[in-house]
């Protein structure tokens, strides 16, 4: 039975007991902030387990992608450890049923779909779970002799929702593990846990840390286990497990889901080991899964994690001499994968894009890194220093897995301590490189924000700071940063930039440039005082430019409609990786494997201007993070949140986690127009963007141009294409029939001139000098030369530029490029060559000559 087959016969045998077969949701989780990558089968579901939302049924089955990387180390060196693996499971989330159906259920789909022998099977509970043993020892061939009680068949964080689990086991033979006749599992490594079943049925009441004594006392906090009001079902079973099980192999590497790739690993390798043959595979698997749902290699989060993972597979290519290039694999991958994931053939040509040209950048250092290496090996046979892995890290792109394990293999210790001391020094020194120097003044001020409901405030200037000190007043002609009790100045964040505008006090004023956050909650106010003076303690009229923020407004507004309409026609998996919004324009990029066409950008274009015209009223509310991810709200994984966020919705069309300002209808946008897309990298795109009065110009000027141009073509804008294509069709003409007249004028110029003369060397010869332009018009002179010849050398020059045509029945005698050395510096192949003559016409003829005679 093949990997595809099991995946298809558990998810066709829950669909036929009323589960809703859900796809698998994207690596990058939706909505939780704990980790980077999905993990469990059951993450993506834990919306209608917190009650946060409605499930779409109340049982439910997938096939979910998951990845791991806590044992990277692992991989490769057992037989069950992997990073990318796929989690099947059905659920139950709303208490649809529990144990007496999860049970049976399991125990059908083991013993009847995949007719596993029931002698073979082995169970686990937890050993207060008399009501799961009662369930089990009723299933048809299980007896209690097969079921074991284990303490850590429990599952629970500590506080909140847990219970017991229970495992399925299969029992792989005696001689797999201690050869005991009574070995039970989890004793050794005879049997392997391929099922789990986890009965969430008890809330947890504490302790946690930071438990106040009274709530103990209360008796809410004291560790005591309540029964839920609806326990609920979450079970996962590793396709990769139950593959290699019901294959009859010893270990995942030889299913079918793994083997194809550790078979063209070790046909592309001089030297393959087991080893490194695993870590290839098993690393190009899951870079393939994980770019194609939208990351890309980078130094941080989850662009780390694919960066270390394509690197250290490479490092494993090179150790075993792979000769195929490390994206091939990419193909095989895809093959293997794209009948159940078919936006993996879709993405194929990225995926093979990202992987090649990471693996190449990663070469490039490679060689000066291991140089390094080397170095440091000798100089420190015991080990390696903190701050030199750090230096490999930092300037030569070495993980510090690839220096820990290529010291290793040298029996050298890695100062990792040492490692991270130096990264966070780097850190600190980031931090300190803050511009302005704000992250070396201490005790900025904050301000209250007031810019959401008014654009003037009343307050009082509460410091001010002059190159970068402190000062008590401030002069006219200062450059100055102003610090607020309360301002309606926005300050960049978020891509939208800051605010300009004055304030104002009755002694000066001040014209405020730009406006910046230098820590959370302090907003400084970048300017010059232009008339008079400010001092601290003064009361003051702060006024943003109105104009302009209507115009900031409008554009950030535009960009939560373009998001909206770029996922609806592009694909859920286009999600924003960054903006910048101004009064002018705004641009959003996202990732993307190709251009978007015209088509598409028309259709986008269309979809935000319908929502404009819709009039979608702005409302915003204020919740937990966890709560405005889990309702849908859009969000930027790279950006940092607080526990309470800022939810901005238009309508009910789209709704974003976002602290901008904005309009307060959509209507308001006015008009839209999207003026171009362009690459900015590797898998990103950049659109470019104009609205409210910003577009109203372009579209004016636009219209100002077509018009001038009509008029100057004499026809009408609408008939402008048509005059443009019909003049291009007789310039076409016009160059054809000149061409065709210069090739007879060159003709009868050969034919007819009398000074030509064709020398007798050791072949025919011909040396001319003549009137062109261009080298093309001079090679055309050649050509008609040539015909007369027939066979020999032909020269012609005009000014400084020379070609030189060797007729091919000679080229094995005779190399044109080899002759232009003699006139002067050129190149070509054997029959034509071209250049700039050194020197004069004459001298560089005689050499020629005297070649040829």
């Known amino acids: 039975m093949t990997g595809n087959e099991i995946r298809t016969r558990f998810l066709e045998h829950f669909a036929s007991r009323e589960h809703l077969v859900l796809p698998s949701a994207p690596l990058v989780p939706r909505g939780d902030p704990s980790t980077l990558f999905i993990s469990a089968g059951m993450q993506p579901l834990k919306p209608y387990y917190l009650g946060l939302s409605q499930p779409p049924a109340p049982r439910i089955a997938t096939c979910q992608k998951c990845l791991r990387t806590g044992d990277i180390d692992e991989v490769g060196k057992t037989d069950r450890h992997n990073t990318f693996f796929e989690m099947l499971g059905n659920f139950a989330p709303t208490g649809e049923y529990f144990k007496e159906t999860a049970i049976p259920l399991a125990w059908d789909l083991v013993t009847e779909v995949f007719h596993m022998p029931v002698n073979r099977l082995r169970v686990t509970i937890h050993p207060t779970d008399d009501e799961a043993h009662d369930i089990w020892i009723q299933q048809p061939g299980m007896t209690a002799e097969h079921v074991t009680r284990l303490e850590d068949n429990w599952w629970g964080l500590g506080a909140g929702p847990c ?138 989060g989850r662009g780390y994690v694919l960066r270390r993972l394509i690197r250290r597979a490479a490092i494993h290519g090179r150790k075993i001499g792979l000769t195929a290039r490390l994206s091939d694999g990419v193909g095989v991958a895809v093959s293997m994968f ?15 894009e990202v992987v090649q040209a990471e693996a190449e950048r990663f070469n490039k250092t490679l060689e000066q890194g291991m140089e390094q290496f080397e170095k440091i090996a000798a100089q420190h046979p015991k080990t390696i220093p903190g701050a030199d892995a750090f230096r490999l890290h930092d300037t030569f792109g070495f993980p510090l897995e690839l220096t820990q394990e290529l010291a290793a293999e040298r029996g050298i210790e890695t100062d990792d301590e040492g490692f991270r001391a130096a990264m966070e020094q780097q850190r600190a020194r980031s931090r300190r490189g803050t511009p302005q120097g704000w992250a070396l003044a201490k005790d900025l001020p904050k301000s209250e924000f007031t810019g959401y409901s008014e654009l003037t405030t009343q307050t009082p200037i509460v410091a001010l700071r002059k190159d970068g000190e402190s000062v008590e007043r401030a002069a006219e002609g200062d450059d100055v940063e102003v610090f607020l009790a309360r301002t309606p100045f926005y300050a960049e ?342 250049g700039k003559l050194n020197g004069s016409a004459t001298e560089a003829f005689k050499r020629l000559e005297e070649a040829l005679r």
């Not at 079970?235 to 078979?263: C, H, W």
């Not at 794209?338 to 093979?352: A, V």
Request: aromatic residues 6%; glycine residues 10%; negative net charge.
């Open 338 to 352: 794209n009948g159940h994931y078919p936006e993996l053939e879709q993405r194929k040509k990225l995926i093979t």
């Open 493 to 834: 964040s978020g891509g939208q930039i800051g605010d300009t505008g004055t304030i104002t006090t009755e002694s000066g004023r001040v014209r405020v440039d730009d406006t910046q956050k230098p820590a959370d909650g302090v907003i400084a106010h970048l300017g010059a005082v232009i008339t008079g003076e400010l001092r601290v303690g003064q009361a003051a009229s702060a006024e943003v430019d109105a104009g302009r923020r209507r115009q900031i407004a409008r554009h950030h507004s535009a960009t939560h409609l373009l998001h909206k309409a770029l996922r609806e026609t592009l694909g859920e998996n286009v999600v924003q990786k960054g903006s910048w919004v101004g009064p002018d324009h705004t641009t959003f990029d996202v990732p993307f494997d190709r251009p978007i066409s015209k088509d598409e950008l028309s259709r986008i274009n269309r979809r935000v201007m319908e929502k404009v015209r819709a009039a979608l009223p702005f409302h915003e509310s204020q919740k937990s993070y966890k709560d405005a991810v889990a309702q849908g709200a859009m969000h930027l994984f790279d950006e940092k949140y607080g526990d309470v966020v800022r939810v901005v919705c238009f309508g009910d069309w789209t709704c974003e986690l976002c602290g901008g300002t904005h309009v307060t209808n959509t209507a308001d946008i006015g008009t839209a127009v999207i003026i171009s897309e362009s690459s900015i990298g590797s898998g990103l795109r950049r659109i470019d963007m104009v609205v409210g009065e910003a577009a109203d110009d372009l579209v004016q000027r636009d219209r100002d141009l077509l018009t001038e141009l009509a008029r100057s073509f004499n026809t009408t804008p609408d008939q402008l294409r048509t005059r443009v294509d019909g003049l291009r069709a007789q310039l076409k003409n016009a160059e054809q029939r000149l061409k065709a007249m210069s090739e007879e004028l060159r003709g009868a110029r050969v034919k007819g001139a009398d000074g030509m003369q064709v020398k007798q060397g050791k072949v025919p010869f011909v040396i001319e000098t003549v009137k062109a332009t261009s080298p093309s018009e001079l090679a055309a002179y050649a050509d008609r030369y040539m015909d007369v010849v027939k066979s020999g050398v032909v020269t012609v020059v005009a000014a400084d530029m020379f070609v030189i045509k060797v007729s091919k029945d000679l080229t094995s005698e005779y190399d044109a490029a080899r002759l232009a050395g003699l006139l002067g510096t050129g190149g070509g192949q054997k029959h034509l060559a071209r």
């Open 163 to 300: 219970g017991p689990d229970s495992e399925i086991w299969w029992d792989r033979g005696r001689e797999f593990g201690c050869g005991r006749e009574d070995c039970v599992p989890d004793h050794c490594d005879r049997f392997t846990e391929f099922w789990n079943l986890v009965f969430p049925q008890y809330d947890q009441r504490g302790p946690i840390e930071g438990t106040s004594g009274e709530a103990v006392r209360r008796g809410v906090a004291d560790g005591s286990l309540v029964p839920l009001k609806r326990p609920a079902i979450d079970t996962g079973m590793g396709l990769e497990r139950i593959s290699y099980i019901l294959q009859g192999k010893s270990n995942i590497f030889e299913a079918d889901i793994l083997e194809p790739l550790v078979t063209f690993v070790r046909k592309s390798s001089a030297q393959p080991t087991t080893l490194s043959e695993r870590i290839v595979a098993d690393h190009l698997r899951a870079a393939t899964f994980v770019i194609g749902d939208g990351v890309t290699p980078s130094n941080e």
